[in-house]
């Protein structure tokens, strides 16, 4: 079955540690989402990914960092620098970014205390 | 920047219909989309209006008038499954991200009860 693997489900970690957020598709899409939500919130886009190689900054980049070395894996670090860190993080992926379609992950929810 | 509003939460009975609404400040605009997400879950998409008009899917339309930045999500004979939340999203070029960047609304909580 094609889809999207996001791991793991539940994250904890202690403040000032960089913590880094797995995604991987099968679904041969060539572009690739992080959003994060928070409570009551909608869906804020971090970074997006084209192409291999290639990764773009979204609306609330700053203390997150991507890579996207293989076509199906776009790995999310949240770094120390990031103020507010603890959220639902969701990992999408679409045929390209012309798509209006994007398929999501099921999620990682992060806590840092 | 875009803008997005809709309501943030609506409760309405099993068997019956639903509208959720809503409107959108962008330019460049290309086309609203509706995903639903359930608690704790990932959102999964709808539907997706391009044009102005009525698109209909089994029992969920969707619902689009450019010139008024106005869409709808009808939801009909109404099931206690369809309890989840609701996104609009426009599809447009004006972002810094490039174009076709989706940008959501805050989510409108549908209780469906007995």
């Known amino acids: 079955d094609g889809g999207i693997t996001q791991s793991p489900k539940y994250l904890f970690r202690k403040e000032g540690q960089n913590v880094t957020l797995s995604c991987e598709q099968n679904l041969n899409h060539d572009a690739m989402y992080w959003y994060r939500q928070d409570p009551g919130q909608g869906l804020r886009l971090i970074y997006y990914?084209?192409?291999?190689?290639?990764?773009q900054k979204g609306d609330i980049a700053e203390g997150y960092s991507v890579s996207r070395e293989k076509k199906e894996s776009f790995p999310l670090t949240v770094t120390s620098a990031q103020k507010n860190p603890t959220a639902f993080y969701l990992c999408a992926s679409s045929k390209g970014m012309d798509s209006y379609e994007q398929y999501f992950g099921p999620g990682t929810r992060l806590t840092v205390t | 920047g875009q803008s997005l509003e809709q309501p943030s939460e609506v409760t309405a009975v099993e068997g019956a219909i639903v509208q959720i609404n809503c409107t959108y400040q962008?330019?460049?605009?290309?086309?609203l989309s509706w995903y639903q997400q359930h608690d704790g879950g990932a959102p999964t998409f709808l539907s997706y209006?391009?044009?102005?008009g009525l698109e209909e899917t089994g029992r969920f339309s969707s619902f689009l008038s450019r010139s008024d930045s106005y869409g709808y999500l009808l939801l009909q004979e109404l099931q206690m499954k369809d309890s989840a939340s609701y996104f609009c999203a426009v599809r447009d070029s004006d972002s810094g991200a490039g174009s076709y960047q989706l940008t959501f609304g805050k989510g409108t909580k549908l209780s469906v009860i007995p």
């Open positions: 962008t330019s460049g605009f290309y086309g």
């Open positions: 209006n391009a044009l102005d």
């Open positions: 990914s084209q192409i291999v190689n290639d990764f």
